[in-house]
């Protein structure tokens, strides 16, 4: 594989994308994943594209216009906050949620243009959004919008969603909950143990798309063993639904030591789902896949569990977990 064939999206306004006061999602998370893709040698290997903003139009692909407008409003203001209490409004936060889906649309852009086999946005994956709200320190859900941007700008009709981030990814699962061409699976910690609560194994999808979701909670302190049973099952889902398109949530805040969650994964477990996802896609024809970096508040586990992903894409035959 030619090395411009893995493409980065991240750039100044992604960076901006960040709370301040000490919150866990602050705006340094991107400078710490660049900075281990250049120590490990990695910085010159891969494509970096600059984020643009995403367009109005873009942006209600997804949530409504109603809600759009609410961000743009607050945004002006830059008090109070766009939800309960974890996403705080700050002055020029629509622009900055707006980069976040602008860069998930670029990486959209360069595999469905063929211009990248692989696509890995860091400060992307926020998949707590929901199509009329703000949720869990995520604005806009740039998961959604290119859900939809892959069908309606794309032709695409069925979208494979895979996340690992430590939290359950709702934003996605409940605006897709009925619908059967966005195969869904997710391992998180459960939700009685964490926000948001919900993903338990029995959502699994309602009236036509009833199966096509997989929601695999694990116990808090789940490590690799763990995680690799379940990601059998994953694996085993994607089969049975093939799409075309994979998008790849890989939040590094299931990795052990992260301050706000309870799973203990190495960053081997995000290689091991890259490579396989990548293999996944390559045998269904397309191989397409777009990793988003999700949460991870540890920064050290970001750096090294994003990067793993990308060296992942660059190179399969990185090293797994499997003996
Ligand atoms: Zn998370």
């Known amino acids: 594989m030619p090395p411009s064939a893995v493409t980065v999206v991240a750039g100044d306004a992604t960076a901006r994308y960040g709370f301040a006061s000490g919150h866990p999602f602050g705006t340094d998370r991107q400078e710490h994943f660049l900075r281990e893709l250049s120590a490990q040698g990695l ?15 873009e942006l209600a692909l997804f949530h409504t216009p109603a809600y759009v407008d609410f961000v743009q409003r607050r945004s002006v203001r830059g008090d109070g906050f766009l939800d309960g209490g974890d996403t705080p409004a700050f002055k020029g936060v629509f622009e900055a949620a707006g980069a ?4 998930t649309l670029v990486a959209v852009q360069a595999l469905m243009s063929g211009a990248a086999r ?7 994956g926020l998949h707590h959004a929901a199509r009329a709200g703000a949720a869990g ?5 740039d998961c959604g919008v290119a859900v939809e941007s892959l069908r309606r700008e794309h032709g695409l009709r069925r979208i494979a969603y895979v996340d690992i981030d430590a939290h359950h990814g709702d934003g996605v699962f409940y605006a897709f909950e009925e619908d059967g061409d966005l195969v869904f699976a997710d391992i998180h910690e459960d939700g009685r143990d964490l926000f948001p609560g919900t993903g338990a194994r029995e959502e699994s999808g309602r009236g036509a798309a009833a199966g096509t979701k997989l929601n695999l909670p694990l116990a808090p302190g789940a490590g690799d063993e763990e995680f690799l049973s379940a990601w059998a099952e994953v694996e085993a889902h994607l089969e049975r639904f093939p799409s075309e398109f994979i998008l790849f949530q890989c939040g590094a ?10 799973l203990r994964y190495s960053e081997a477990a995000h290689a091991h789902a890259a490579k396989r996802l990548c293999a996944i896609a390559d045998a269904q024809g397309h191989g397409r896949v777009l990793g988003m ?26 090293a797994t977990i499997h003996g």
Request: proline share 4%.
């Open 100 to 103: 976040v889906v602008g860069a």
């Open 43 to 57: 910085a010159g290997a891969v494509r970096v594209v600059a984020p643009r903003m995403a367009s109005d139009g």
């Open 293 to 318: 970096g999700g949460g991870g508040y540890n920064r050290r586990n970001l750096a090294r569990a994003w990067t793993a992903v990308v060296r992942t894409f660059l190179d399969g035959e990185s």
């Open 118 to 124: 692989r696509a890995f946005v860091p400060i992307a």
């Open 137 to 141: 320190f995520c604005v806009f859900n």
């Open 253 to 262: 805040d299931s990795l052990a030591g992260d301050p706000i969650t309870h």
